[in-house]
């Protein structure tokens, strides 16, 4: 009977207090309501059929549903270190404040990190270090197919469409990528209002639900493609196979959440579920793939097109570059995503258990290109969990010409990590539709935060490339990386992650890449199936 001890207790609590308010105090009527409250509660509980823990121990168990929806907060400010990635360190969040606020990001008493633990990565560097003055350090994009290539920024926002987040993010976003003079992909939500009145340079993302160019049946459209690329502001257009967070998963925007807003950028009409298909309906083969791209190429007019993926079955990009091969038609860049991305709220095993993490699949894709000598026709971007430059350094290294951050950028405009981006309650105003809540994020301090993030991680960027004796980010190579192994040895990067050489899937002298070349010999460009 100890179950029902606190219930008990309230019970003779607020007999006593109706007593010595009818023979003492009226006073005594305050205590009286609130313990009669938990008297009702504690009878609501013993009835109903839903909590177990309820009919157990009524009004008390109650605290267990308290603690847990308190416990994240809890876990991040009191219990774990600077160092736990949950999924980001506070001392990953911590830098990217300070820089967006332009505080001292400097650190004294030397690392915290576990240096001589398995994982453990850090650059060489030079005797003879350079000092490098401008940091506006820039990519060109653009094959020989393109007429309008794009001078891009090296580290540049990653997709977040306009409906995931709030209009005021968006806008303070690409404000900042104006300021900056770097680019913010659109997200799948297409262009919206808020990145019109940002003018910062945008990259529009083609995704399966072909939001912006969408046909009445769902499908590509493309006049209405015509119109939205011919925007002087878009400099690029990214056809999305699939992202980190949930790659092979498609989604549904409820009717329920279509404002008049969302229904304007992405062409879809109110009061019906707008659906995102897992798969593109405008092509189903490599070859037809790699069509679209060069359709896309010509009805922009010109501008550099690409694709971002998340590296699921390596056979089935094998299957793309041999279809860029056969048809000529070769992308003008490819985003390679991990699975460690997330601004997408995803079922936790997508999240946890579907993708290639960004280092494998980029080192992939990167050996790929070189092996079907098409490397230096596609430039290589890559995104996530890059906010520091370092990370950037890595990944540079590791074979992409630019990175995308999205999460960094969210925490330039005040994300704290809490985690409720899919429920429409984001405490700072950031992943949330509810007005209230986005007006707390002033769009004029914000964007100088982006601004100023971009700027500063830009120059400590520089500082890192002048310290290994490099002019700039993009000869960073993997022999500049060193790697502590799990045996606690030291790993040169050339050891762990090196480059294959130029053309070997195309000939079959040398031994190098055994595991590539047997992909390769299964990929077939007229059909992503695998042979029989």
């Given at each position: ?7 008990a207790?309230v ?7 109706l ?8 006073w005594m009527?305050?205590?009286l309501?609130?313990?009669a409250?938990?008297?009702?509660l504690?009878i ?7 909590h ?5 121990y009524?009004?008390?168990g ?24 949950e ?10 404040y ?16 576990r ?9 060489t ?30 580290y540049?926002?990653?997709a977040m ?11 303070a ?18 262009v ?7 003018g ?18 769902g499908?590509?459209d ?39 807003e ?9 009061g ?17 793939m ?19 993926l ?5 056979r ?7 279809a ?6 070769a ?15 995803a ?12 280092v494998?699949?980029?080192i992939?894709?990167h ?5 079907a ?6 430039k ?12 950037i350094?890595?990944?540079?290294a ?14 330039a ?33 914000k ?12 120059k400590?960027?520089?500082?890192m ?31 762990a992650?090196?480059?294959?050489p ?9 031994f ?6 047997l ?13 029989d």
């Amino acid at each position: 009977m100890n179950r029902y001890a606190t219930f008990a207790g309230v019970v003779l609590l607020a007999v006593v207090s109706l007593v010595l308010s009818l023979l003492w105090t009226w006073w005594m009527l305050i205590p009286l309501a609130g313990f009669a409250f938990l008297s009702v509660l504690g009878i609501h509980d013993v009835v109903q059929p839903h909590h177990s823990i309820l009919r157990n121990y009524p009004v008390l168990g109650h605290m267990r549903f308290l603690f847990e929806g308190i416990r994240p907060e809890i876990r991040q400010y009191l219990i774990e270190s600077d160092q736990d990635e949950e999924p980001f360190s506070r001392d990953a969040r911590s830098l990217v404040y300070q820089r967006a606020k332009g505080q001292e990001d400097k650190r004294p008493f030397g690392t915290r990190m576990r240096v001589y633990d398995s994982g453990y990565a850090w650059v060489t560097h030079s005797v003879n270090p350079i000092h490098i003055e401008d940091t506006d350090f820039r990519v060109t994009i653009g094959g020989d197919a393109c007429k309008k290539p794009y001078s891009a920024s090296i580290y540049n926002i990653s997709a977040m469409s306009y409906g995931s987040l709030s209009g005021n993010a968006i806008l303070a976003l690409n404000t900042g990528a104006r300021i900056g003079g770097f680019a913010h992909d659109t997200g799948e939500g297409s262009v919206s209002r808020y990145h019109k009145q940002g003018g910062g340079d945008l990259i529009y993302q083609v995704a399966s639900g072909y939001f912006g160019c969408r046909a009445s049946d769902g499908g590509f459209d493309p006049d209405k493609f015509r119109e939205t690329a011919s925007l002087d502001q878009i400099k690029m257009i990214e056809l999305k196979l699939s992202q980190g967070a949930k790659p092979g998963h498609g989604g549904m925007l409820p009717a329920s959440k279509i404002s008049p807003e969302i229904a304007e950028a992405r062409g879809v009409p109110m009061g019906v579920d707008c659906i995102s298909p897992a798969a593109h309906s405008a092509f189903t083969t490599p070859i037809e793939m790699m069509e679209f791209i060069g359709r896309l190429r010509d009805l922009s007019g010109g501008k550099p097109v690409g694709f971002k993926l998340c590296i699921g079955h390596r056979r089935e990009f094998m299957c793309m570059v041999k279809a860029m091969l056969e048809t000529g038609i070769a992308p003008d860049f490819i985003v390679v995503d991990g699975t460690e991305g997330g601004t997408g709220a995803a079922p936790l095993e997508f999240s946890n258990h579907v993708g290639m993490p960004m280092v494998e699949g980029l080192i992939f894709v990167h050996n790929t290109l070189r092996g079907a000598g098409l490397r230096d026709q596609v430039k290589i971007g890559a995104a996530g969990k890059i906010v520091s430059s370092f990370d950037i350094a890595r990944t540079l290294a590791l074979g992409a010409d630019w990175c995308n951050a999205a999460r960094g950028f969210m925490f330039a405009i005040g994300c704290i990590q809490a985690q409720a981006c899919h429920t429409n309650h984001c405490p700072v105003g950031v992943a949330t539709q509810d007005p209230i809540r986005q007006r707390a994020l002033d769009v004029g301090s914000k964007s100088e935060r982006v601004a100023r993030f971009h700027a500063n991680t830009m120059k400590a960027l520089g500082e890192m490339t002048g310290a290994a004796g490099l002019t700039h980010p993009g000869k960073f190579l993997p022999r500049h990386m060193m790697i502590r192994s799990g045996d606690g040895e030291m790993l040169v990067g050339d050891e762990a992650y090196p480059y294959l050489p130029n053309g070997f899937l195309l000939t079959d002298k040398g031994f190098e890449g055994e595991d590539y070349r047997l992909r390769w010999a299964r990929a077939d460009a007229r059909s992503f199936a695998p042979p029989d």
